[in-house]
């Protein structure tokens, strides 16, 4: 409402009553003189009662400031309205004309009577046709009911009575306006305080409209579209303010912006949950975070590396891919049809953080990089020197080569491209088909296209002849070359997966039981170290050994143990990992019968060795009465799941240092992860089961016991598997029947027990080497600072 003539009207008959009391009139022009110095002359006249007596004009302005400010703004439109119409009807009282008297009264007392009789009726007439003028019939109905109701009520006896008339009218009217009454207590409690006194301030109507207002502000409650908490809020604060108000307008008086939507979802009692609007959050559905999940890791191997995840403030273990992601997305095509690249990306960086490229090429294949960067580069240059040399002979000399050489698509074959150009150029002299491409369409036999006739020159026979042949020759040494790398790639690509597939599906009645070495590890870890700490002799080495034990549990799942094995043992010898791995096998939670034991590891020269395989295959079965089974990854390439159980000893050992830990001595060490471990299963039941072995007792198996197996025509570097069972006759000379299967699938079987021959171990060490520090090297660090004496220096007090 703008300040018209009509609200500063009323605005002025506000201050009027206001300075009308004392109180509020000492107040009021106390604060205007003290805000606008200056001192105004006393008024005369008919102004010397004015209430605004002894204020300048700058003052008077101030003071209409302060009461709209302070006071007009916080009544309600009713009173606002009412202020309005009597100062319309005041302003019309003193506009109305007042006609002379009659000069034919004939005594002066009837003369004054009738005077003033007939100034009360035209008074009276003038006042009502000057409402009739300026008020609405709207407002004119409103006065004339309010007079009516006054009249009404004046002819009460008392106070009392009028009351309980008027409680009896609210009564009756609440049959039709069942908000009346709780409106009638907020009007009166709002224009009358305890003591019977206005008292507008500190009035309930000021209270509601001060809270309503700010609440109606609240963060998120303007969003058409908030989250679930504001909306749950919300939704909460509009219903307590419809029981309080009754109705829309009252709700907006008190200052509270709601549409009617919001309002009648407010007076739903029991609601139903909002769908959500737009289109749904794919990044929160569970089914692509699945789908995304699978891909990647299908695309991925194990790695040793930590993340911290932000979210569960705790470090992941870190899965590297193999590819890029967005090659990932292009090449999966559920995920093309399930979500876009960018909703792709989304769900990867939010709940999928623990999958990362690799931060650069390392640990890779030796033999895969040099067939990457080294052979296939040669290939390539000995084919483009072998067109370019036979077509300078002869032009068309690849004619009928690259029509098959397109259609069989060769490019992405490289061996077998590499062997059947040599084939081709073998045979292309001969005047028939070889039997293998006798009648087929394959150019086999062309030497009609180098008879006479055929437009060749015959003199360059013999020189072509010739090329051709040491063209093959250098044919075929590549090709020798190049099939003994493809073969180590695609048996990393057929054994792999069956390892992979062994330990997560162990058969019923089986171990798996899978195994590496860890790097060294220094103690001691401690979360503040210093500079003496760094030395060698300052520092302790220890070992750690890795094996994860999966095997079927009595209700049919598959059944995890973790084991580390610690110890200062540093040797990472044959000897030392069968040990390890006897240890893990009793480490077993598993109650039922073994019927098979399966090893699984990687190709280094601890695990696939002569020595090794002698207590495997005949140390191994007699002790614990069941068939081993050997198995090795291809070599350099077997990623697997204990990389991830020594990123898990990583994890925990960071924890240690961001908790302030000081892991001393291997005891120190064995009891924080074991105790770590257990608290994270107490937390979550599906966290790893970690079992943590404190190993410094053992002692080097004496050299007369250990021996290494062979077999005649047996090269163990040729073999991904070996198996050996308990041997049914009593004269068996070892005892037990060994195989040699190649392969992880066990396909074929040469059998090596007739054979097998037991050589002395080339290890003639009798003891472990062990790790330690020196006294010396330890007191730098690990020391106590003892209080001098009278005579006591130390190398600091010198200085």
Request: overall charge positive; charged content about 25%; aromatic content about 8%.
């Amino acid at each position: 409402m703008g300040k018209s003539a009509a609200v500063m009207a009323g605005l002025r008959l506000l201050i009027r009553e206001m300075l009308a009391r004392k109180e509020e009139w000492n107040e009021l022009v106390e604060r205007a003189r003290a805000a606008v110095p200056g001192q105004a002359q006393l008024p005369r006249g008919k102004h010397a009662g004015s209430a605004a007596v002894g204020l300048t004009e700058k003052q008077r302005r101030w003071l209409e400031d302060c009461v709209w400010k302070e006071t007009w703004k916080e009544l309600s439109g009713e009173e606002r309205t009412d202020f309005i119409e009597r100062a319309k009807a005041a302003k019309a009282v003193s506009q109305a004309p007042v006609p002379k008297p009659s000069p034919s009264s004939s005594s002066s007392k009837a003369k004054a009577q009738g005077q003033n009789s007939a100034k009360k009726v035209l008074k009276g007439a003038h006042l009502k046709k000057a409402i009739l003028k300026t008020a609405s019939s709207a407002k004119l109905q409103k006065w004339r009911q309010r007079a009516t109701l006054l009249s009404c009520l004046e002819k009460s006896a008392s106070s009392e009575e009028a009351v309980k008339q008027v409680q009896q009218v609210f009564q009756k009217l609440s049959g039709k306006w069942p908000d009346v009454l709780p409106l009638a207590a907020q009007k009166f409690s709002a224009s009358i305080g305890n003591d019977g006194l206005f008292t507008s301030g500190e009035s309930l109507q000021s209270i509601s409209t001060f809270f309503l207002s700010r609440l109606s502000k609240s963060p998120g409650f303007d969003l058409p579209n908030p989250s679930e908490g504001v909306r749950s809020v919300r939704d909460h604060i509009d219903t307590m303010v419809r029981e309080f108000c009754g109705t829309l307008p009252r709700a907006k008086e008190f200052g509270y912006g709601i549409g009617k939507s919001r309002w009648e979802r407010a007076g739903v009692v029991e609601k139903e949950p909002q769908r959500q609007r737009g289109r749904p959050n794919k990044t929160e559905n569970k089914q692509l975070i699945a789908l995304v999940d699978k891909a990647f890791a299908e695309t991925s191997q194990p790695s040793s590396r930590l993340s911290w995840d932000p979210r569960a403030q705790e470090w992941m273990i870190v899965n590297t891919l193999t590819s890029d992601k967005k090659a990932v997305w292009q090449n999966w095509g559920s995920l093309q049809g399930n979500m876009s690249l960018s909703t792709f990306w989304r769900i990867a960086k939010k709940h999928l953080r623990h999958y990362k490229g690799a931060e650069s090429i390392n640990d890779y294949c030796i033999y895969c990089y040099d067939l990457k960067t080294k052979v296939l580069p040669q290939v390539k240059n000995l084919l483009d020197t072998v067109r370019k040399e036979l077509e300078a002979l002869m032009p068309a000399y690849f004619a009928p080569w690259d029509g098959f050489e397109a259609q069989a698509h060769l490019a992405d074959k490289p061996g077998l491209h590499l062997r059947l150009l040599r084939h081709y150029i073998d045979h292309r002299s001969e005047t028939q088909a070889c039997r293998e491409h006798r009648g087929t369409e394959w150019p086999c036999g062309l030497s009609r296209l180098r008879a006479r006739g055929s437009g060749f020159a015959q003199r360059l026979r013999v020189t072509l002849h010739a090329k051709e042949v040491d063209i093959c020759v250098q044919l075929q040494a590549m090709s020798k070359l190049l099939d003994s790398y493809l073969f180590h790639r695609s048996a990393n690509e057929f054994q792999k997966p069956l390892l992979f597939q062994l330990l997560a599906e162990p058969p019923e009645g089986a171990v798996v039981i899978l195994s590496d070495f860890k790097e060294l590890v220094t103690l001691p870890i401690r979360s503040t170290q210093t500079g003496e700490e760094f030395f060698a002799n300052a520092r302790k080495d220890i070992s750690v050994f890795g094996s994860i034990v999966s095997e079927r549990a009595a209700d049919g799942k598959v059944l995890w143990t973790r084991v580390l094995i610690l110890s200062d043992i540093l040797d990472h010898t044959s000897c030392r990992a069968s040990q390890c791995i006897e240890q893990a096998f009793q480490s077993r939670r598993g109650t039922a019968p073994v019927e098979v034991v399966h090893l699984l590891s990687d190709a280094g020269p601890h695990f696939r060795s002569y020595e090794a395989l002698h207590h495997y295959c005949c140390i191994m079965p007699l002790r614990h009465k069941a068939r081993v089974c050997v198995h090795y990854g291809v070599e350099k390439h077997f990623k697997s799941e204990a990389d991830r159980l020594f990123a898990l000893f990583e994890s925990y050992v960071k924890d240690a240092r961001r908790q302030g830990k000081d892991l001393v001595e291997i005891t120190d060490l064995c009891k924080f992860l074991q105790e770590k471990n257990l608290a994270q299963r107490q937390k979550d039941p599906t966290a790893p089961f970690l079992i943590v072995i404190n190993d410094v007792l053992s002692k080097k198996q004496p050299v007369a016991e250990r021996f290494r197996l062979t077999a005649k025509g047996f090269h163990i570097t040729r073999t991904y598997c070996v198996s050996s069972a308990p041997a049914v006759h009593r004269h068996s000379r070892l005892g037990v029947k060994i195989f040699n299967h190649i392969f992880s699938n066990m396909a074929a079987a040469n059998n090596l027990s007739s054979e097998a021959v037991l050589l002395p171990s080339k290890d003639a060490s009798p003891e472990y080497r062990r790790g330690f520090w020196t006294e010396e090297g330890r007191r730098r660090w690990d020391h106590e600072v003892q209080p001098l004496g009278r005579t006591d220096e130390t190398s600091l007090t010198r200085r």
